[in-house]
């Protein structure tokens, strides 16, 4: 299983990101996805989580109404389409799934939120 994230960066408060994780290894199209994030000082926190077929998603509400999560099932890849951005969106961005054969996570990719 690997899953590797990509798209973070330093953005400006109010700006926008996008994250993608691309997904290997597993059966992709049956299994759910999540975002996770991480502050310094910070446990781990869930940010977004979608279904399999992408028809279900929730979010938490510190990022309600800002963050989508979305899935290309195709391309074996999830995003996280981040707007309007604020300082506390700063933490490294990881993607986790959750299969019969354990939790496996990414590496991470940074989001600094910074003017």
């Known amino acids: 299983v690997q899953l590797v994230e990509s798209g973070g960066g330093l953005v400006q408060p109010g700006g926008s990101l996008r994250l993608s994780c691309a997904a290997s290894?597993?059966?992709?199209?049956?299994?759910?996805m999540n975002w996770y994030r991480q502050a310094p000082g910070k446990g781990r926190e869930l940010v977004a989580f979608?279904?399999?077929?992408?028809?279900?998603?929730t979010y938490a509400d510190s990022v309600k109404g800002r963050f989508t999560i979305s899935r290309d099932n195709a391309k074996s890849t999830v995003y996280l389409q981040m707007n309007s951005l604020k300082p506390e969106d700063t933490a490294m961005y990881y993607c986790?799934?959750?299969?019969?054969?354990?939790?496996?996570w990414g590496q991470g990719t940074q989001v600094t939120v910074s003017s």
């Open positions: 986790n799934t959750r299969i019969i054969t354990g939790a496996y």
């Open positions: 979608i279904s399999s077929g992408g028809g279900m998603t």
């Open positions: 290894g597993f059966l992709f199209v049956r299994s759910n």
